[in-house]
């Protein structure tokens, strides 16, 4: 495979009335195209008085483009053997649609009318403040989803983008009006801060091209900020949320971390595989669940984003052993912060995560995920081909120190949900 026809390897554009063109080759044989618009159009933007409207954004912009309501919609893309998805984090809001390469300048059309011209019809409004509701709903009385909401109320005040999931709560989502919706589309689906990433056999040109055929119509290209309050470190502390009737209880332990562009990430990232990011690999999963056998689940996770970032560990166990996997957690917490991992252990876990990503470039829409992360962070185009390189570069020192930064006790919140005793 030549260096042009790499997927590993990311092509930067043009900007078309300021949205960046990034294009990447598709994996060998593949007969799939891939494109997505990822722009700043997530929940961290939503008004104190109007939480849920991103969501709500999101989820109506697949049901209803241009001409084409949802039930038309659902026709078209079933008959070209093609999906339309959209997705929705904090900072950031994404539109992908998928289907036959042969067909990609179709598609792209249709792309550029879900993220231009959503329709928001009156029908698919009252069924999305259902389906937000439900979720509200769940969130409140399932231990696992109340543990997190809990965390991250306790990790980040009022009016930080990280605090909530966006779900709001169904005074907000009910009180949510069609001009509301169109006002947060117009203003946040901008051109500007935004990146049109495309995975198929058309160079770059082409694209581009495409692109301006497309995309030329934003009512905004001037991105919206987002407002990241002054804030001081919480005090570690453990939260009692009570769940009667339920079968288990989640632990949750975490607290504030790194965005991406950290020079620490890859080895923080590394740490946290080792903590419990990596299966059967990591240190919870032997520890506290194949030794211990107190738990239903162990594992960290290390959220990374453009502006800042958050870790957390979760472990579900029964209402009469959550008090010994505290304290068996908090002991692997401690360890990775303050003992040096052993070179067979780091090299284990480096060695699994550098041999995923050969495995991405399966399909199109795996490698396309790479690409869409490597576009948002704004990352060097051959950033993945140095990945193996970046990771084995990182030694065992510089993982306890990444893990000390990256995911810091002394500042920790402990949160515990689901029927617990005295």
Request: aromatic residues 6%; positive net charge; contains cysteine.
């Amino acid at each position: 495979m030549s260096e042009r026809n790499d997927p590993l390897r990311i092509e930067y554009g043009a900007t078309v009335s300021g949205l960046s063109v990034v294009r990447q080759p598709p994996p060998a044989g593949a007969a799939s195209f891939s494109a997505t618009y990822v722009g700043p159009a997530g929940w961290g933007y939503d008004s104190t008085n109007a939480a849920g409207t991103a969501r709500a954004v999101s989820h109506l912009i697949p049901s209803g483009v241009g001409r084409h309501d949802r039930r038309s919609l659902a026709r078209l893309l079933d008959a070209a053997g093609a999906t339309l998805t959209s997705e929705c984090a904090p900072e950031s809001a994404e539109v992908t649609v998928w289907g036959p390469s042969a067909d990609w300048r179709k598609l792209l059309g249709l792309l550029a009318d879900a993220v231009l011209r959503p329709r928001f019809a009156t029908d698919d409004l009252t069924r999305v403040r259902r389906q937000l509701i439900e979720r509200q709903l769940r969130e409140l009385s399932q231990p696992g989803s109340r543990a997190d909401r809990e965390l991250f109320r306790a990790i980040y005040p009022v009016d930080h983008p990280y605090r909530t999931n966006g779900l709001g709560d169904r005074r907000s989502v009910n009180r949510l009006t069609r001009a509301q919706l169109r006002a947060f589309h117009r203003t946040h689906y901008t051109a500007g801060a935004a990146q049109l990433v495309v995975t198929g056999p058309a160079r770059l040109r082409e694209v581009e091209r495409e692109a301006r055929l497309r995309f030329s119509d934003f009512a905004e290209e001037r991105p919206p900020s987002l407002r990241f309050p002054r804030r001081a470190p919480p005090s570690p502390r453990t939260i009692l949320t009570a769940l009667p009737g339920r079968s288990q209880v989640e632990v949750r332990i975490g607290g504030d971390s790194i965005a991406r562009s950290s020079e620490v990430y890859p080895a923080a990232f590394l740490a946290n595989e080792i903590l419990g990011g990596r299966g059967t690999l990591s240190r919870l999963f032997r520890k506290v669940r194949e030794e211990g056998g107190l738990v239903y689940h162990a594992s960290s996770e290390l959220e990374a984003m453009r502006y800042g970032g958050h870790w957390s560990v979760a472990a579900g166990t029964g209402a009469d052993r959550y008090v010994k996997v505290v304290k068996m957690v908090d002991a692997e917490l401690a360890r990775i912060e303050s003992s040096v991992v052993s070179a067979p252990d780091l090299d284990e876990v480096r060695e699994s995560a550098i041999g995923e990503i050969p495995l991405a470039l399966e399909s199109t829409a795996d490698a396309h995920e790479l690409a869409v992360d490597v576009a948002y962070h704004q990352l060097p185009g051959d950033y993945l081909l140095r990945l193996p390189e970046l990771l084995r570069a990182v030694t065992p020192r510089e993982v306890r120190a990444a893990a000390e930064t990256a995911m810091d006790r002394r500042h920790g919140i402990t949160v515990l949900a689901g029927p617990l005793s005295r």
